[in-house]
């Protein structure tokens, strides 16, 4: 799955470098660069095929939030995250009732900047992954990855708690033992990332491990929910 993103920044420099940022993290590409609020309204209008809009909300012809408002009237669904030096707490309020998934406040890292895409991804491939009636454990699973916890300290380092939602779920939902393959294929990561969530969960007693054996080679270990929280 990959993620189509436009960026809405009239500073030439960071439109720039939010473009590149993009780039380099996975399964995301540029779908265009638009340096006002009408530019970017004229290329939604000819392309719907836009996932995410990073959005700055001081723009030469009017504010971000005026733009999502019109973009939402024009029936535009794309998400959102707003990437922007506005730290006015009633923007913030704004913007989160008008659907912004994300608040990302300049100055930030590119490591910063990787965190909330990579939470978004995992919030997209949680919602493609449902049915079309979900239970209370689906909901909290996808805005877990929209909404990581402070805890994310007491995992061990390199996890996150929106992907380890997401391996949980799926370790949940399977009726007989899975292995880090068959995970990583359903949460759409690499196998090594799978097994570090699985090896997790068996650790703290959340599942069990079991080999199976078959063919030549060494046997592959499988996960099974454990049913313990």
Request: charged residues 25%.
């Given at each position: 799955?990959?993620?189509?993103?436009?960026?809405?920044?009239?500073?030439?420099?960071?439109?720039?470098?939010?473009?590149?940022?993009?780039?380099?993290?996975p399964?995301?590409?540029?779908?265009?660069?638009?340096?006002?609020?009408?530019t970017a309204?004229?290329?939604?209008a000819a392309?719907?095929s836009?996932d995410?809009?990073?959005?700055?909300?001081?723009?030469?012809?009017?504010?971000?939030?005026?733009?999502?408002?019109h973009?939402?009237a024009?029936?535009?669904?794309?998400?959102?995250?707003?990437?922007?030096s506005?730290?006015?707490?009633?923007?913030?309020?704004?913007?989160?009732?008008?659907?912004?998934?994300?608040?990302?406040?300049?100055?930030?890292?590119?490591?910063?900047?990787?965190?909330?895409?990579n939470?978004?991804?995992?919030?997209?491939?949680?919602?493609?992954?449902q049915?079309?009636?979900?239970?209370?454990?689906?909901?909290?699973?996808?805005l877990?990855?929209?909404?990581?916890?402070?805890?994310?300290?007491q995992?061990?380092?390199?996890?996150?708690?929106?992907t380890?939602?997401?391996?949980?779920?799926?370790?949940?939902?399977a009726?007989?033992?899975?292995?880090?393959?068959?995970?990583?294929?359903?949460?759409?990561?690499?196998?090594?990332?799978?097994?570090?969530?699985?090896?997790?969960?068996?650790?703290?007693?959340?599942?069990t491990?079991?080999s199976?054996?078959?063919?030549?080679?060494?046997?592959?270990?499988?996960?099974?929910?454990?049913?313990?929280?």
């Amino acid at each position: 799955m990959t993620f189509r993103v436009l960026v809405v920044e009239d500073e030439e420099v960071a439109s720039e470098a939010h473009a590149a940022y993009v780039g380099r993290v996975p399964d995301f590409e540029i779908a265009g660069v638009a340096r006002t609020a009408r530019t970017a309204a004229d290329f939604l209008a000819a392309d719907d095929s836009v996932d995410l809009i990073l959005l700055d909300m001081h723009l030469p012809d009017g504010h971000g939030l005026g733009l999502l408002r019109h973009l939402r009237a024009a029936g535009h669904a794309c998400d959102v995250i707003a990437v922007t030096s506005a730290r006015d707490l009633d923007v913030v309020k704004h913007a989160v009732a008008q659907g912004v998934v994300a608040y990302l406040i300049k100055p930030f890292t590119f490591a910063a900047f990787r965190v909330k895409l990579n939470d978004y991804a995992t919030y997209r491939r949680t919602l493609a992954a449902q049915h079309e009636l979900v239970d209370q454990d689906d909901v909290d699973a996808m805005l877990a990855a929209l909404r990581p916890k402070a805890q994310d300290h007491q995992l061990p380092k390199g996890l996150t708690r929106s992907t380890l939602a997401l391996v949980t779920k799926t370790l949940r939902d399977a009726v007989d033992p899975v292995s880090a393959s068959q995970v990583a294929a359903i949460i759409g990561a690499s196998r090594v990332t799978a097994r570090r969530y699985l090896e997790h969960l068996a650790d703290s007693g959340s599942a069990t491990r079991e080999s199976r054996y078959g063919g030549t080679g060494r046997p592959e270990v499988e996960y099974r929910w454990s049913g313990q929280p």
